[in-house]
Structures are given as structure tokens and as C-alpha cells.
């Protein structure tokens, strides 16, 4: 159970920690064409960027840089806050570096190299990059494309989630980036398979929206009064035009007879639905409709409407357990909830998910889909972890074979009830959990070391105990974590995970749960099924060492309470 309880517990952490930031993207580059856009015609017929969006193998890409550059790439942190439709003073948050990439033998040298990603996707290892072909040379491409970008999938250690759901939104007719994976070496250090996702730029904007002249938007704020300035444009940022969101939100306070056709006026109202139900249908729980965050918006200047475009699917296809609301209605943002507390809209929706599940939720397909990609991997899967990569597949194959028959099911017995107010939709409490700790340094996912307590009820399981276990020490990306084992009385275990993003702070002091610099997470764990449910992220939360040292063997003693967010 040991070996099986530390995989789990260390995907737990990869999992949850993007919900800390439900409005913190990626941070994409501005979109605006250089040289004027003169390249901005793609013919779709001779696309040259296809051969990089290969489904018939994985892309080689080599890059080259000089090492000083990529140390302090790598370890570089996120800046601060970039432009947004409140404050053009915002700047980049990660610098440019000059480097040389080839991808299946082609090689394009003078490109500009930067880490991404935010939270849940950090990592100084194995970090997420950015590629921008014109960084330092007007005019330069890749395949015609003047940016990749390269997810480092440690949200994601199915390795497919990310091609498999792109797949999915583009069959549902939705404008979705094209996705290929990519097995990445910089300085000769093989850093494991990316995804490679087409990024949101005037190529992608051109194939699927008729031009690229419209303005772009990232996810980081809501359609709610006074919430439009957190989104970030990334077209013309320092004078950016956030009227069209502003149009949404006066559009959505419309009485409920005229709600279709204000609403309407501003967005594409059935692709918006259709895009609602895909994330839902795939399990999207850090999309748009259920955390605010993860996607783009594009304001066509042909119609004049706003249109939705998913990003950040590295966490679909999996089962959550929902205590209170559920799994067929995702109804955290501002829209869904409006559209969904309104009768008529209501109605556009769930006639979405049904035609969703009837026309692209193909299980056949979809197995056949993931056998295809799994074939591809294989050869690249660590030797000694290919049975857990099949096993992470097959949890993604049982989800496929049973989500057509929960969402059925729920819509079958009426138009399923949300039970929460717009105001309490996004962060929903469950319960609350303490626990008492002691343990030593250096015993971070051995089983049946250390001593605890833990009391508190969540999602109506009491957790009462006084045999807890517990261990502290390094996890894989080099924080301080901890995590208290207690068992239930049916055979489960109320699994407690804690990280200190500085193992140098990881000493006596009181440190509140920021989302940032202190993590917190539980779960219920089954060891003979080997699978978890329930539980949640924790916020707002305590954590109090009275003893606490990095060096070996060193006592680790405290305490922890915290409030459980059903995710």
C-alpha cells in the first residue's frame, strides 16, 4: 500500500493546486501580428504548421541555450500581475532568452525561450516553456507559426487529457487549439513527453474565426458588476478596448423575456452553450462554468459577438464526487449561473448536454482514441512506472464508458436544482478538519510512521481519530510537505496533504493556507480499491509548527484547521 498511497498522494498535490489561483492564466503573449499582420491569411489548404500537429507520431524537440540562461529560467518565479482590462501597467512574467530549437530535425536558431505556467503547473525541473520565433528576428516562424507552446503536463500525468479534450471541444464545432505531444530535451537533458498546444494567435484566429483584427482575452475576470477588469487582453495592451465584456455584463442583468436576445446581441449564444456543455461533459472543473479560469475569449469584429475558447485541459476526465450540487450543471461563473438560474436559458443548456452526448460523446471513438495515444507513449513511459501510466489510462477509459449514464441519469429525473446562490457558487464549504502531528524529517510517503489526532466532519463523514500518521520531507519539485494518515472506521483513510513552497520557512512558526506559499488538501483514500473521492482543497486554513528543521531526522511537531472546499 506504501508505494501505491505515494503515488497517489503526490498526484493529489499536481491536482488541486491550479484551483488555487481561479483566475491566474497562463500568460500568453500579446496576439497582435507584427510587420502589420501581413501573414495573417493562413491558407488552410498548404498550412505548413500541420506537419508540427502530427497524430501519427510524437515531435522530437531539442533545445539548445546557453546554461546560465537556462538556470535562471528555470527558476524563475511569476511576475507581477500582467496587463489587465483595470491596469495597463502590468509587464511580462517571464523573460525572454535566445536559444536554438529543432523539432524533427528542422532547426530554427535565435528564437526566444521563457518559462510559463502559474502555480500548479511550476515547476524549476521540468518547467512549462514558451517559444517565440520573432523574439529577436522580424518576421522569423516555425512552421509558419510565430509561437509554441510547450505544457509540461505535470497537472497532468495521464499525459493525454489536454490533446484528447482539444479533440473533443473542435468535434463539438468549437474553435479549439490543435494539440500534439512532444518529447522535450533542452541541453541535451531529456525532460520527458509536453503537449504541444497551438497558441492563441492570428493563425489559429484566422483558421477558425475568418481574420485575426479582433481583440483577445485571457481568462482572470467574470461577467459580473465591477469583475470585467481582471481579464487580461492581449491585444493592444496599453490601450486595450474592454468595452465588449462590458457589453456582456450589461447584457446579463437583462429581464428574464429579453435575456436571449440581449444576451444574444453580444455573444454567440449557441456556441457558448455548446462550449458550457463540453467542459461539463468532460469533467473541465477548472474551465470557465465551474472556477473561472482557463480560457480565452475572441471579439469578432464580423459579428460583433464575443466567443469562448477553451485552454488549461490538463485536469478533465476525472470523477469528482459532489456532495450538494450536481454533476450535469457546472455554475461558478457569473454567465452559467445566470443562464442556468433563468428558465428559458435553462432550458438551451440542458437541450446542449443532451445534444452533446448524442452527437460527440462516442465511447467507441473515444477508447479508440485514447488507445491511439497511448500506443504513441509507450515507448517514452519510464520502464519502471509503465504499468502506473496504463492504470492512469484505464481511470481515463472508465470515465469515458460511464459519464454518458451520471449525466443521463440526473437529466432523466428533471431539470437538476443548483443550490447555491450566485455569490456562494464557486467556493463551497464542506466541512472542517484539525489534526495533531508528530513525526521526523525525511519520512514524507512511508506508511505507518509518525502519530497524530484528527476530529472534524467532512462532506458528513466524521474523521474522528486518535491513530493517526504522519511523516514530513521533500516532495518532487523540492517543497517541504507533509502528510497525516487517519484511518475510518470502514477501511479508508482521511488523507491530509500539506506543502511549504520554501523548505527554508519550513521551521517553528504559524502559517496561514495562501494558496501560494502554503498548501492544503484531503482526500479520502481506498487502499484495496487504490482510489480516492471526495474531499477537497483548504481554505482558509492554519498550520502551526512548534518544532519543525530540514535536516534528517529532525522532529516535525504542530498542528492544522482548516475549512475543506468541495472542488
Known sequence: MDRHLRAYLMTVLVFVTSLASSACGGGDDSATPDGGGADAAVDAAVDPSEAIFPRDRVLEVQITLAPADWNTLRNQEPGPPEATCASQTGVDAYTYFPATITIDGTTVANVGLRKKGNLGSLSTTRPGLKVKANEYVMGQRIASLKQLTLNNNKQDETLISQCLGYGLFRQAGLPAPRCAFAHVTVNGTDLGVYSHIESIRDGFLTRNFGDDSGNVYESGGDFAPGQVGGFQPKTNE??????PLDRVVTA???????????????LDMDEFMRFWAMEVVTGHWDGYANNRNNYYLYHSPATNKLSFIPWGTDALFARLQRTTRPQSVFACGAMAWKLYDTAPTRALYLAAVRDVLDTVWDETAI?????????????LADPTSTGEFAGRLDAVRDFVRTREAVLRAELNAGDPVWPYAANQSCLVPIGTLSTSFVTTWGTLGTFGVGSGTMSGTVGGVNTMSSTAYASAGVDADGKAAMQVLSPLPDGRYTVLFLSVSEPLAFQPGTFPVDLRNTFAFMTFYDPVTETASGGGLILPGTLTLTQAATTPNAPVRGTFTGTVIEL
Open 238 to 243: 496599453t490601450m486595450p478596448d474592454c468595452s
Open 252 to 266: 446579463l442583468q437583462a429581464p428574464s423575456g429579453q435575456l436571449v436576445s440581449q444576451l444574444g446581441a453580444v
Open 367 to 379: 477508447i479508440a482514441e485514447i488507445d491511439r495515444m497511448q500506443a504513441l507513449l509507450r515507448p
